[in-house]
Structures are given as C-alpha cells and as structure tokens.
C-alpha cells in the first residue's frame, strides 16, 4: 500500500494531498480558495470522524480556514457601499 511505501499515514496522507490541492485554489483566487478549504476540510473532517480515523487535524484546518474565512469576508463587508444588500 501507498502508505506503507512512504511511512506515513493514511491521515497524513489525505491531509498533504489535500493541502497541496488548496494551493492551487488559493493561487487562482484567495477568497475563493478559503472557502473550498473551509467546505472540503469540513466534509474530510466529518469523513474521518465517521470513519474512526485521526480527525483532529482536519478539525484544526477546519476551525482555521473558518477563521480565515470570517476575517476575509469582513474586511469585504467593511469596503462595501452602505445601503446595499448584502
């Protein structure tokens, strides 16, 4: 197996693929890219957390990327026009 090959786990794996596929989001587009790793690190989380895997590091990215998230999308609510719907 794959994991055996590299000494690493299966968790370690999952979350160096997936991080290595969230910078290819956030090179096209930040905001975009926080809210994809936000969605699929949430959705890996939930899938390890079902399965009995480690789901704790994908539960810190997710908290991360929330926060993350949270401060991007308010420093857009700040430029915004006043009286516009948001």
Do not use: C, P, R
Not at 69 to 85: E, F, H, Q, R
């Amino acid at each position: 197996m794959i994991t055996e090959n590299l000494y690493a786990s299966f968790e370690n794996i999952v979350l160096l693929v997936f991080l290595l596929g969230m910078i290819i989001w956030f090179y096209a587009d930040f905001k975009v890219g926080v809210v994809v790793t936000f969605l699929l690190s949430g959705a890996i989380f939930i899938w390890f957390y079902a399965a009995g895997l480690q789901w704790d590091k994908f539960l810190m990215v997710f908290i991360a990327s929330f926060i993350i998230m949270a401060l991007s999308l308010y420093t857009i609510s700040k430029t915004a026009y006043k009286g516009g719907v948001v």
